[in-house]
């Protein structure tokens, strides 16, 4: 889902990786990974805590999300248009039909 609305923005080309892990702290600290994103509403607030037990940078995404709405304009979508353009592959073909791009 963060990829089709990644793609459907224009985004694409700036979104690195997804991924839901189930690794320890020390198993993330081992990886080159840059920062931790904390993406659920119900984990708000919780980024304060973490930080304070591991070194890399931890993200709350619903206040991160507030900030930028709050303090300064998101950036602008680089592709025109209803902001649902996004390749649909594998689909049933009662899901295909509700395809804004059929």
Known sequence: M???L????GFSDQLRHIETVTATGAELQAN???AII???AGLAG???DIQ???SLPIIDSATAGLEVLVNQPAPMPTRKGHGTYAQW???SESIEC???NT
Request: charged share 5%; aromatic share 4%; net charge positive.
């Open 52 to 54: 304070n037990l591991i």
């Open 98 to 100: 509700l395809s804004p």
């Open 6 to 9: 990644a793609m459907s923005l």
């Open 38 to 40: 904390l993406g659920s």
């Open 89 to 91: 592959m594998g689909m």
């Open 2 to 4: 963060l990829q089709r």
């Open 32 to 34: 080159p990974v840059m």
């Open 46 to 48: 919780y980024a304060q």
